[in-house]
């Protein structure tokens, strides 16, 4: 039993699939491809890329993913022989592929949900565990284990076993159980099994318990843990990946398992997705909020200078978090500035070194001096979806006694169109300006501003949801002026709605 020779915890990571069902996340094919390539290197050992029967789109990124990662690729399948044939048709290149096939054993979820008898349950459980196995590992989770009957959990467990499942998933699909419920739910799984498998599992944060639980599930004996980064998914979301390893990496002498992930590539990692998702990482959140290693009171300041271990549990360095802050300034050159972009974790190519050193020079043009955080706000701004339309020039005339009124020239394939609009104010009437072009049928639902540094000279950082055709689009816009972030955010948005194409079924 793999989980048992060398003590190492699998980490199977769902920030593509149960992630993806964050509410208002929308990202597109060469953005799942690039989130699948940083859980590569970020060491993840099976990355669970998405649910290929939901749609042609899905099943489109998930081949594409299988085809251009290392790690492991898992496709989710109903507890039906066209799920599982789809599921294995987009990852049947993949170096190692796996098949994860969910089946509800709680009757709540039987009887509501999929109207199913427990009978019915077994038999499609042993139809499909076995049809699945001939081509592939599988999974079979227990959807809702910790509302489960036990005693029919584990008979439909065991027909998965029987059926050739190597890994049983354990699932608190709704966040209700508490850590040491958990844990004893794992250990009579554990123990009243037929055959020897993995268990896993599953932990949703609805208490805010997903990670006691699994670390619970740990201690118990589960040899996979599943994780998505930044904690996204569905409600309340996942357990958050960087906080679980690191709670393992921390308290070593408690948790005595090893992982594959590269700790210092977690804070950079999370950055970039929370960047590709629009979902903002809260200041406060563990290991990765912008405060989680700020200190405040003169008592714990001090402490800190004398050493760090008064008050921090674990190095910044140890997740990729630099100490230092003022880095670069207008006579740093090119080099210099890969370097440092290089020390952050990135790795740019040179089309997207060119771009952003350009950014960076506008920057420190008017800045005395550029920090991490700005530099990390414009490698984010790396587009890896083509812009259809792009800035050229606009004004706006606003002031207090006066509607506010704009005018905007936007390029599409080499050619300038230019819109007018007005509104109750800058953004308002700027934004008319640009439907005035592309068509009324892209309407802002949201719009977030946020300063990148303190100061009047921040970069502001205006992240949009656009809504077209049903279907909310994120976009972005830096800028150190907020209205020209502002444009460059919605644009972006359009953009990206351009570039999605099918809008993905969502479930
Ligand atoms: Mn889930």
Redesign the pocket.
Known sequence: MADKVNNKIIVFD?TLR?GEQTPGVNITVPEKLEIARLLDVLGVDIIEAGFPASSRAVADAVSAIADSVSAGVCAMARCMESDVYTAWEAIKFAKAPSINIVMASSDIHLEHKLKMTRGEALRYTAECVRYAASLCPVEFTCEDSSRSDRGFMLELINSALNAGAKTINI?D?VGYAVPSEFGELIRFVKSNTSREAVISA?C?NDLGLAVANTLSAVMSGAGQIETTLCGL??RAG?CPLEEVVMAIETRKQYFPFSHGIDTTKLYRTCARVSAITAIPIAVNKAVIGANAFAHTSGIHQHGVIENPLTYEVMAPQSIGKTGSDIILGKLSGRHAFAERAEHLGFELSEDELKLTFEHFRELAEVRKSVTDADLIAIINQIRVVPDVYTLDTFTIQSGNKIRASASITVIRGGVPYVGEGSGVGSVDAVYNAITNIVGKDWSLSSYLINAVTGGVDALGEVTVRVKHAGELHIGRGLSLDVIEASVLAFLNAINRSLAAGVPPDRR
């Open positions: 769902t149960d699932t699909t599953h949703h998914g569905e996942n």
